[in-house]
């Protein structure tokens, strides 16, 4: 058997019924939605969340917490993965993507780096924000910390 000579099964593939095509297709006229009534209507029916009258789980929870609309979305990276970098050279949300060890969405607050992991190479990192431990395992390097 060859893929030019593969064929479905007969009855494998059933046709989608076309409504409203007149009484001899069988779902002429009302188009299978029955004598007028909520269901029969455009947009009729209820929605996704209705309970049949009981008050609905979303309003029966309690609702807790709060969300920040000025939250901070960074994109992390990690002390010890700057160490894939040379000697000196300059490290920045680009060249981290370019690299591989990111990548960049259309939103975003920029680049933060944590501290977790070593560092052993004298790097030049430019990033939104910095951890206090991040910051000082860099500069114990010999690299430079930049706040753009």
């Known amino acids: 058997m060859k893929l ?9 593939r059933k046709k989608t019924a076309r409504k409203g095509r007149g009484y001899g ?3 002429g006229k009302t188009s299978g939605r029955g004598h007028k009534g909520q269901k029969a209507r455009s947009g009729g029916g209820k929605g996704p969340m209705f309970e049949g009258g009981q008050m609905p789980l979303y309003r029966r929870l309690p609702k807790r917490g709060f969300t920040s609309r000025n939250k901070k979305q960074y994109i992390v990276v990690n002390v010890g993965d700057l160490n894939n970098f040379e ?4 490290v920045d949300a680009k ?4 690299a ?4 960049l969405p259309k939103v975003n607050d920029g680049l933060k780096v944590l501290g ?5 190479k004298k790097l030049h990192v430019k990033a939104a924000a910095f951890t206090s431990n991040a910051k000082e395992k860099i500069l114990e390097a010999g690299g430079k910390v930049e706040v753009i």
């Open 4 to 12: 030019n000579e593969l064929k479905a099964t007969p009855g494998a």
């Open 25 to 27: 297709s069988g779902l």
């Open 87 to 90: 000697d000196g050279s300059v």
């Open 95 to 98: 060249v981290l993507d370019s």
């Open 100 to 103: 591989g060890l990111i990548t």
């Open 116 to 120: 977790d992991g070593d560092l052993d």
